[in-house]
């Protein structure tokens, strides 16, 4: 009987033990101050999060410093107190200020919070020493969606044993389910000056905080309040336009538009139709504020590929993707209100609805737009889980333009990510089909296979694109084609003095064929040595070949055309990336060799500066010499941003850029002021202005077009 007893305590103390492992959030009834202070007694009686271990420098050791991360519980949201301790405070790194902007350059903090528990969705919040922030959406355990944003607040300050971090999180900003009480967590650290990253779940160096089979969870998250019903966000803007300017060679100019003054308003709401779904509406659509596209010289034959940067198409952008990524996509967001060269179109409504139903993950989107081709296009999405982390899915795309075929598209696709002994295993399939009034169906189809670890990054992939596969609402860089790529890569990490790893790209490939035979282009790189250095600075030679077959003659640059025929071409190629540690940063490439039936040097250069935490600076020179027997070529192009902060919800942006291929300066300078989490006033300034007249200095005082923009929005929730 006596050992019954001692067994039973024994198991009552191993299952005490078991649950004191799990920490709780604090439900409390105080009232919190936003300050980075933790003063409040609250914080005091919180279960506190402090066992961290390095994923890099020295994978699965303690943490140099300590971090102990608290969660609070509150009528108004989720609290989240962060004390960094550091030996050391004067060297903690704090350059940024700004909203969204990359937090390479510092000492950060990251809480990724999935609340369904799912495997699958997950958004994490990061800020760093100045009370910088910046937030994501999980897409998987490789990649997030740095464009998704939420209403939400932090501040922080260094102290004299470290730095403190306050987060706070309205209920409304995120997606949980009314029985559940536990959800899925992990924090990571950066400690910049040494490269050090810390982790508390998931910290082996094939996981990372993006691992959601390997996060922790977080107990104690009960009665929390319904979602709110509708959140609204209306907007008042008045464009000031200046007159646009046609120039001719010799400095001439028409005006194809006059000056004038418009005003605009808007509004978009987010509705809660459950507490797994969002249902996003939008009118009148106004994206004054997003970051312009930068200016690309095209070598190539092939269309350009460019970043989706508005709101109402980045946010949850990832239960969208189908396809491999800027080569063959169902759906490319630009392809909706935005011209091929880039010029806005205006979208008159959207809707976007997305989320979870049980099993499912679902997205939907509808839009109209106007101007002189008005559009209705529809995205549906649906993933199915399936297995761990995998989904198997379906995907529809339709577009119907006014006297142009109705054009649709259909696929379905299966995602299997595995570990297998510690590693990542991925298969990945998809096939899809589009359809027109012509009865054909085009079909594009592929199939990977992905070994992506610390030590070894392996991909095989295949695809063949059938003739006229062209969703109108996706992206396809050639049809008619089969194409087969992928890479060996091995990384090592040495026991030697101030090297962190080495790198060798044993076969970097994609040699594309056409589907009636014969080569339509390939590349071929190795890299027989590249190395990361402990400091964070990088190095990387390669070695080259490309070749190519066009059909038809093509342009690489004015002047210079490349005519229908089979070339094979060799070059090789010199990396460095200095560490973003550092106070003034340099980027630099150099490619040396043949090119098609010429040959050529191409040289990039950038410098990146910060004085903290205010003052952020940037310059990046391009220089490409084409020699060809019959021609030659000089392209050059020049970007330079500054960005300039007084506080993390004051901050401005300039931006300028110029290229001698389309002889056009450009600037767009932004000022953004967050009154309040939601609320946001934007000052932007654009203006163009052509260079390279005949004989003629830049007509600064006459800008081929140019406008100021002043919008408001106000974000209201009920």
């Known amino acids: 009987m006596t050992r019954v007893r001692l067994l039973a305590l024994l198991l009552a103390t191993l299952a005490i033990s078991t649950d004191a492992q799990t920490p709780r959030v604090h439900a409390t009834r105080d009232q919190l101050r936003l300050d980075g202070r933790l003063d409040e007694a609250a914080w005091a009686r919180a279960d506190s999060i402090d066992d961290f271990r390095q994923s890099d420098r020295a994978e699965g050791e303690p943490a140099s410093e300590r971090t102990v991360v608290r969660f609070l519980s509150a009528r108004d949201g989720l609290w989240v107190g962060v004390h960094a301790y550091d030996r050391e405070p004067s060297r903690i790194l704090h350059a940024q200020l700004r909203r969204d902007t990359e937090m390479g350059t510092d000492d950060a903090i990251q809480v990724l919070l999935s609340p369904l528990q799912d495997k699958r969705t997950a958004f994490w919040f990061a800020v760093n020493a100045n009370g910088a922030m910046t937030d994501g959406e999980v897409l998987n355990f490789e990649n997030d969606n740095i464009n998704w944003d939420a209403v939400w607040?932090?501040?922080?300050?260094?102290?004299?044993?470290?730095?403190?971090?306050?987060?706070?999180?309205?209920?409304?900003?995120?997606?949980?389910?009314?029985?559940?009480?536990?959800?899925?967590?992990?924090?990571?650290?950066?400690?910049?000056?040494k490269n050090e990253e810390v982790l508390w779940k998931a910290w082996r160096r094939t996981e990372g905080i993006k691992f959601l089979e390997k996060v922790g969870v977080v107990e104690g998250f009960a009665d929390l309040p319904p979602r709110a019903t509708v959140e609204l966000r209306p907007y008042a803007s008045a464009t000031g336009n200046g007159s646009t300017r046609v120039y001719e060679a010799d400095g001439s100019f028409s005006t194809s538009a006059a000056a004038g003054l418009k005003g605009a308003f808007g509004i978009d709401a987010k509705l809660a139709?459950?507490?797994?779904?969002?249902?996003?509406?939008?009118?009148?659509?106004?994206?004054?504020?997003?970051?312009?596209?930068?200016?690309?010289?095209?070598?190539?034959?092939?269309?350009?590929?460019?970043?989706?940067?508005?709101?109402?198409?980045?946010e949850g952008a990832g239960i969208f993707d189908f396809g491999r990524t800027q080569e063959t996509q169902l759906f490319y967001s630009r392809r909706i209100g935005l011209s091929r060269d880039g010029e806005p179109i205006p979208l008159l409504a959207g809707a976007r609805l997305s989320g979870r139903i049980g099993a499912h993950q679902v997205g939907i989107i509808a839009a109209r737009t106007g101007g002189d081709q008005p559009i209705t296009a529809a995205v549906v999405r649906v993933r199915r889980d399936l297995l761990g982390r995998g989904y198997v899915g379906a995907m529809f795309t339709g577009s119907d333009a006014r006297d142009e075929e109705t054009t649709t598209a259909t696929g379905l696709d299966i995602n299997l990510p595995f570990i297998v002994r510690g590693q990542n295993l991925v298969f990945i399939a998809g096939t899809a089909w589009t359809h027109d009034r012509t009865g054909g169906a085009p079909n594009y189809s592929r199939f990977v296979v992905d070994f992506p670890n610390d030590f070894a990054d392996i991909v095989s992939r295949v695809e063949r694109v059938e003739a006229g596969f062209n969703p109108a609402v996706g992206f396809v860089r050639s049809d008619g084609i089969v194409r087969y790529g992928g890479s060996f890569r091995i990384k090592p990490r040495p026991n030697i003095p101030y090297v962190?790893?080495?790198?060798?790209?044993?076969?970097?490939y994609q040699y594309v064929q056409r589907i009636d035979g014969g080569l339509d282009n390939a590349a071929f790189e190795m890299t027989p040595f590249g190395v990361r250095f402990d400091s964070g600075d990088e190095f990387e030679f390669n070695l080259q070949r490309s070749g190519d077959a066009p059909l038809t003659a093509f342009e690489v640059f004015e002047g210079t055309t490349i005519a229908p025929g089979s070339y094979w071409y060799d070059r090789w190629e010199v990396q460095y990336n200095g560490s973003s540690r550092r106070p003034v940063r340099l980027e630099a490439s150099a490619s040396f060799g043949e090119f098609y039936h010429g040959g050529g040097e191409d040289y990039n250069i950038g410098v990146e500066g910060r004085w903290q935490p205010h003052l952020l600076w940037s310059l990046e020179f391009g220089y490409t010499d084409g020699r060809f027997p019959t021609s030659r070529f000089i392209a050059r192009t020049t970007t330079a941003r500054v960005d300039y902060a007084l506080t993390p919800h004051l901050n401005t942006t300039l931006f300028a850029q110029w290229n001698n291929e389309a002889n056009r300066g450009a600037i767009n300078a932004r000022l953004r002021w967050t009154r309040t989490p939601g609320s946001d006033l934007y000052v932007v300034l654009n203006s163009a202005w052509p260079t390279g007249l005949e004989g003629r200095s830049i007509p600064w005082a006459r800008p081929s077009r140019g406008g100021v923009v002043l919008k408001y929005v106000q974000y209201l929730r009920y």
């Open 153 to 193: 607040d932090a501040r922080a300050a260094i102290t004299a044993d470290g730095w403190v971090a306050e987060i706070f999180i309205p209920w409304q900003s995120l997606r949980y389910r009314a029985t559940t009480t536990a959800w899925d967590v992990n924090i990571a650290r950066v400690i910049r000056r």
């Open 273 to 314: 139709p459950s507490r797994g779904l969002t249902l996003d509406l939008t009118t009148n659509a106004d994206f004054a504020q997003a970051d312009v596209d930068r200016q690309i010289i095209n070598f190539s034959r092939f269309p350009l590929f460019l970043p989706e940067r508005r709101p109402f198409f980045t």
């Open 500 to 508: 962190r790893q080495f790198e060798f790209n044993l076969l970097n």
